[in-house]
Nanobody, 125 residues
Framework: QVQLVESGGGSVQAGGSLRLSCVAS????????MGWFRQAPGKEREGVAA????????YVADSVKGRFTISRDAGKHSVYLQMNNLKPADTAMYSC??????????????????WGQGTQVTVSS
């Protein structure tokens, strides 16, 4: 069983920044996509960003483009989400996921086999 552990969540004021980290256990398969999803209370989980282990294939949701940057350590099972200019609408539980498939499906939960437990991000106005 692959395990994913997230860190870096917290509470910030609007306009602030946070950096989320996620590390997968060494038995994770390669190649893979690692991505970030978020779920706000009363809303469906949505894909935020995903990045292929080879680095070239990337998905970023329109709602965070220009503010969030996803990155990975080359050849390693780790992914990061740099979140700048945070807004109250970004408040959610952020979860890391690992899976395989096509870029066209990178925003879809069904593409991912393993999930972390999540880290809370709260942005106040």
């Amino acid at each position: 069983q692959v395990q994913l552990v997230e860190s870096g969540g917290g509470s910030v004021q609007a306009g602030g920044s946070l950096r989320l980290s996620c590390v997968a256990s060494a038995n994770a398969y390669m190649p893979n996509y690692m991505g970030w999803f978020r779920q706000a209370p009363g809303k469906e989980r949505e894909g935020v960003a995903a990045l292929y282990s080879g680095g070239a294939r990337r998905y970023v949701a329109d709602s965070v483009k220009g503010r969030f940057t996803i990155s990975r350590d080359a050849g390693k099972h780790s992914v990061y989400l740099q979140m700048n200019n945070l807004k109250p609408a970004d408040t959610a539980m952020y979860s890391c996921a690992l899976g395989s498939g096509r870029l066209e499906a990178a925003a879809k939960e069904r593409m991912y086999d393993f999930w972390g437990q999540g880290t809370q991000v709260t942005v106040s106005s």
